[in-house]
């Protein structure tokens, strides 16, 4: 018998109702989002891409700057795994303070990258099919798998 893992109830980041839900695209294709597989909310689902749908699993909470990224309205953040490395697969995982995986810088050039660690939100080969898992990967100069838009 395998027992399950208990995780506290993670704080919920609200979205301001005066705001309409924030969306990240790939490379300023807005028919594509950044997506939580399933709109499963627990630790370790897979962030993918998919078709842009107007659920809350591609609402996102990011700022120019240093921080997190997380989920609109929930305590989740986008999650870069305890060793990131090119191809490693991104996640939601519950938010913590201090936590390198979680502390993400958007920059001016439009990438997500993981604060002084060299790696940027990557789309996976390119790929824009549904359900692709995004990754990380080096930071690349104009390395258009590591452009995100967000839009309103």
């Known amino acids: 018998m395998t027992a399950s893992v208990k995780y506290p109830t993670p704080p919920l980041f609200p979205l301001p109702s005066s705001f309409p839900p924030p969306l990240i695209h790939p490379n ?18 897979p962030v993918q891409i998919f ?28 999650d870069a795994g305890s060793a990131p490395a090119n191809g490693v697969g991104m996640k939601i995982w519950q938010c913590f303070d201090n936590l390198p995986a979680q502390d993400w810088f958007y ?29 990380t990967w080096t930071c690349t100069d104009s390395d258009v798998n590591q452009i995100w838009t967000i839009t309103n």
């Open 51 to 78: 078709d842009c749908n107007g659920t809350p699993a591609q609402n996102w909470v990011i700022s120019p700057g240093e921080g997190h990224v997380v989920l609109a309205n929930t305590g989740f953040c986008l």
């Open 107 to 135: 920059t001016s050039d439009q990438r997500i990258a993981l604060t002084n660690q060299g790696f940027c939100l990557d789309l996976t080969n390119g790929s824009l099919v549904n359900s692709n898992q995004i990754q």
């Open 28 to 45: 300023g294709n807005n028919a594509k989002c950044l997506d939580v597989r399933g709109a499963v909310l627990e630790n370790g689902t």
